[in-house]
């Protein structure tokens, strides 16, 4: 034994201080290899749609309602399994629209009845885990309660009396109500033992915040940043162009709710200013795609004006950061994205120049009219730079973003739980793409000067995001922060994976062909095994049971999600309203439990009311993509091999205990 293995077993021994607690926790480790493999539920492209999002992780994607449907398929009805699952997806208003109808009397034989199925789902839902584990996710005011109702108690004669007894006294005592919210709450924590989230939580629908706050409440997550999320952490971290970004994109969607309500952003000055700049323009090329509402037509009408001149205002704004962003980092080679550059502001044309490090666009060194030629603010002589009401607009709104604790607590939340891909179980997971050539081969990016590909590309570019808000050096900070809007919108970003943000263009000219973005090769190559056997390699994954599982774009009607034979899965069926026009469905998701790999669409969420008045549930489409003869256990999974690590680590102590090696800590 060498000094460093006699250090870590002396260490060791502080937390197994005898032969009977190692032997025992051996003994432990060892039982829960032999337990199924917990469910793990993915999630990706969630886009501010909070409602759908938060019923699809009530019902963890139809797994919470097939718990239901096996403990009481043959003995409940569809309607009484259909309000059992809405009781355990919205407990508090379920029981407070129950209540409305029923007598005190009825209310009480309710409960009786509704704790007993819910007792009884509890208890099929713990049975795959280990007691440690149901205990460690029991709420602290009923544990034991719940622990008692739960599990079998072999030594007590009348069992049923004893079960009854403190189901009556629950009712009795008036606590019938948060208990079944508890138990409520419990069930999905059982049923799905891990979210992964594949990125975009932001951007488009209005309730972002109140997802972050939602997946800040979470069990057990991870989190792979999408190019929406990576925008509004560089907003956060005071990046001008990221801020205007997040605020042209909240103005184009209607959205601006998310900034002042959720987050408290101070828009009071950016509207004075696009008010008095855009007073008698009509601000026509840049229309609110999401509209309508309760309010009165005339009122909406004046409200929708309004948020079009914040829209022009703000998309001006960011098409001058971006020139000057583009000047401070020539190593992006973003120059031509500098377009307010290439406009001959007296004949209102624009003109794109060629670019060696963009061969493929189709608009180089062609003239353009625009369908706006009105630029107070713009200077000709250097069109990139502010005017000074602009840069005070920018001033306050940074300010805003950096003070905001709301914001900057769900940012420090996305850096904790979060990166850029993960490896876990044998899936690969990440947001967008990997940036290949035309042939399949990894690309060669730079960055700052050096060459990445692959893995060593998501590598570099995760410890630049991290440098942005952690790093003490001045330079490397804002190196950081620069990074995150390169990661927005580059050809080469792994997150964006397109050949440009054509923003300028589907804004301000008419042809087509200027509003195509074209997709890395990516793309086109996802039913090429080789090259995907390549990517899951450079991750140290190989085999027949390995996937890539990703999102970012939409799968659209008539597509498949499922690629390669099931070795690539494209999540993201559009979640986002504005998508599913296009997707014709509401999102997918995926399912992966012991027994395999389930891809589950969504049709639309009508409303949460409808839910719980209702009893509606998404209705979702199941595919299975991988199904196993053996049922995987958590021997199978990394937990299971850190488990054995961890065995062979006790083990060894144990041999040192009884070769006098480590001596027992008696009385311990």
Same mark, same amino acid.
């Given at each position: 034994m060498d000094k460093f293995e006699r250090k870590y077993l002396e260490r060791l021994s502080e937390i197994y201080p005898t032969i009977a607690k190692a032997s025992t926790e051996i003994i432990n480790l060892s039982a829960t290899l032999s337990l199924p493999k917990g469910t793990e539920h %993915?999630?990706?492209?969630?886009?501010?749609?909070?409602?759908?999002?938060?019923?699809?992780?009530?019902?963890g994607s139809g797994a919470v309602r097939k718990k239901v449907t096996e403990v009481f398929g043959r003995t409940l009805s569809q309607s009484d399994i259909r309000e059992l699952s809405t009781l355990i997806y919205y407990?508090?208003?379920?029981?407070?629209?129950?209540?409305?109808t029923r007598t005190e009397a009825e209310m009480k034989d309710w409960y009786k009845v509704m704790l007993y199925r819910l007792i009884a789902v509890c208890k099929y839902t713990a049975s795959k885990y280990t007691r440690e584990k149901v205990?460690?996710?029991?709420?602290d005011d009923f544990a034991f309660v719940i622990e008692e109702l739960i599990t079998e108690k072999d030594d007590i004669e009348d069992k049923e009396a004893y079960y009854e007894e403190i189901i009556n006294t629950i009712i009795r005592i008036e606590r019938a109500d948060v208990f079944i919210?508890?138990?409520a709450e419990l069930i999905p924590k059982l049923t799905v033992d891990h979210l992964h989230i594949l990125g975009d939580i932001y951007d488009r629908g209005s309730g972002a915040d109140d997802i972050m706050d939602k997946l800040m409440e979470y069990h057990s997550l991870d989190i792979q940043w999408g190019?929406?999320?990576l925008v509004w952490m560089g907003a956060a971290a005071g990046q001008l162009c990221c801020i205007a970004n997040v605020v042209r994109v909240c103005a184009r969607y209607g959205n601006l709710d998310t900034l002042e309500d959720g987050y408290g952003i101070n828009l009071l000055p950016l509207a004075a200013f696009a008010l008095k700049t855009y007073k008698d323009d009509p601000c026509s090329c840049f229309k609110i795609k999401n509209t309508g509402g309760s309010v009165r037509a005339e009122d909406e009408a004046e409200d929708t004006s309004l948020n079009m001149k914040?829209?022009? #205002?703000?998309?001006?704004i960011q098409f001058k950061l971006q020139g000057q962003i583009a000047k401070k980092r020539p190593e992006f080679h973003m120059e031509d994205r500098a377009v307010m550059e290439f406009i001959d502001y007296e004949k209102g044309t624009v003109t794109f120049p060629e670019n060696p490090y963009a061969p493929d666009d189709p608009c180089a060194g062609k003239t353009y009219r625009l369908l706006d030629t009105n630029f107070p603010t713009v200077d000709p002589s250097d069109p990139d730079r502010l005017s000074q009401e602009e840069e005070l607009v920018m001033e306050r709104l940074q300010s805003a973003f950096l003070g905001c604790h709301r914001l900057q607590a769900h940012i420090q939340f996305l850096l904790h739980n *979060?990166?850029?891909?993960?490896?876990?179980?044998?899936?690969?997971l990440y947001h967008g793409c990997m940036p290949l050539d035309e042939s399949g081969h990894f690309k &060669?990016?730079?960055?700052? *000067?050096?060459? %990445? +590909? *692959? +893995? #060593?590309?998501? &590598?570099?570019?995760?410890t630049y995001i991290r440098r942005a808000f952690f790093s003490t050096n001045p330079r490397h900070r804002e190196e950081g922060r620069d990074i995150l809007w390169w990661i927005w919108c580059d050809r080469d970003s792994p997150l964006f994976g397109k050949n440009k943000m054509a923003t300028f263009e589907r804004y301000l000219l008419a042809e087509p062909e200027t509003h195509e973005e074209h997709k890395n090769a990516y793309y086109d190559l996802l039913d090429n095994e080789a090259v995907i056997d390549s990517i899951l390699a450079e991750f140290g994954l190989s085999g027949s049971h390995c996937h890539i599982i990703n999102g970012h774009v939409p799968v659209r009607k008539g597509e498949s999600p499922v690629h390669c034979g099931g070795k690539l899965l494209v999540i993201d069926g559009g979640f986002s309203k504005a998508y599913q026009g296009e997707t014709g469905i509401a999102g997918y998701t995926l399912i992966f439990n012991s027994w395999g790999l389930r891809l589950v669409a969504h049709e639309p969420f009508t409303s949460t009311e409808d839910a719980i008045r209702y009893g509606t549930d998404i209705h979702s489409d199941r595919v299975m993509v991988e199904q196993y003869t053996n049922r995987l256990l958590i021997a199978d999974t990394d937990q299971g091999k850190q488990i054995k690590e961890r065995i062979g680590e006790i083990e060894t102590l144990l041999a040192a205990y009884r070769s006098g090696e480590i001596i027992e800590k008696a009385g311990r």
């Open positions: %993915f999630i990706t492209d969630i886009h501010g749609e909070y409602e759908a999002f938060s019923h699809v992780l009530k019902n407990p508090q208003e379920k029981i407070e629209l129950v209540r409305r205990r460690n996710e029991l709420p919210i508890a138990l190019n929406h999320d914040i829209h022009k #205002a703000i998309s001006i *979060g990166s850029l891909y993960k490896v876990h179980n044998g899936n690969l &060669d990016v730079q960055i700052y *000067g050096k060459i %990445f +590909r *692959g +893995r #060593a590309l998501y &590598d570099r570019l995760d």
